[in-house]
């Protein structure tokens, strides 16, 4: 079952700060954030697994609390660079299900 | 240089034909993904691989299908069957399967059906 991304778009100017969150109906073990910019592969940023760990990347960081089966992931001091949309892809239930389900994503665009 | 390629990058079919897309790694990756984009939907799952000769099926598997001779590649097959073939195909590889390793992602192949 896709995990469900909000918002669907964000339009940011450079500097601004965004969030972008992750939800799922069923218990959680992991959530991966990917980026993909327009005619390219998604890109790795991060693997957050189950234990409520925070983790950062650059001016990039996310969260994972696996009570509520959210993630989010924070965007700081945003760059034009971070134009693209965004992905969280999940894995339900225990270690080994090996099946990662993505999200619908979320298309970010920073302006001058 | 490791990667994942795809080819070709654009395929074009007629209605009622196979067609197969090709995926390589030289990662030395047991793990390989296939993934389906449409516009709005996100990654969609066909099949995935742990391990050589061995694969399941993934959330929208009808319509295609899959080998895995070797450990290098895996070749997807669109076969006549998928009613809406039309689509960006993205091929992943990671080390292992799970969800503690990051998924590598090929450059994809755009498959259009006329």
């Known amino acids: 079952q896709q995990p469900v991304q909000s918002p669907q778009a964000v339009i940011l100017r450079e500097g601004e700060d965004a969030v972008i969150n992750c939800s799922s109906s069923?218990?959680?073990?992991?959530v991966h954030w990917y980026r993909q910019k327009h005619g390219e592969a998604p890109v790795f940023l991060m693997i957050?697994?189950?234990?409520?760990e925070q983790k950062g990347h650059e001016k990039i960081s996310a969260s994972f609390n696996e009570k509520k089966q959210q993630s989010s992931l924070y965007l700081t001091a945003s760059q034009l660079s971070y134009s693209g949309t965004y992905f969280c892809?999940?894995?339900?239930?225990?270690?080994?299900?090996?099946?990662?389900?993505f999200g619908k994503g979320t298309k970010l665009s920073v302006i001058p | 240089d490791g990667g994942i390629t795809q080819s070709p990058k654009y395929l074009f079919r007629k209605e009622g034909q196979n067609v197969t897309l090709s995926c390589e790694q030289n990662l030395n990756h047991d793990a390989m993904y296939w993934y389906r984009q449409d516009p709005g939907q996100g990654l969609r799952l066909i099949y995935y691989s742990q391990i050589v000769n061995d694969f399941q099926k993934g959330d929208i598997a009808e319509g295609y299908s899959v080998s895995r001779e070797k450990k290098e590649s895996f070749p997807l097959t669109v076969t006549s069957a998928q009613k809406n073939p039309t689509a960006f195909y993205l091929c992943?590889?990671?080390?292992?399967?799970?969800?503690?390793?990051?998924?590598?992602f090929g450059q994809g192949t755009r498959l259009t059906v006329v």
């Open positions: 069923k218990a959680l073990y992991s």
């Open positions: 992943a590889s990671s080390p292992m399967a799970g969800a503690d390793t990051e998924a590598f």
């Open positions: 957050l697994l189950k234990g409520g």
């Open positions: 892809g999940t894995e339900e239930g225990g270690a080994g299900s090996y099946q990662l389900t």
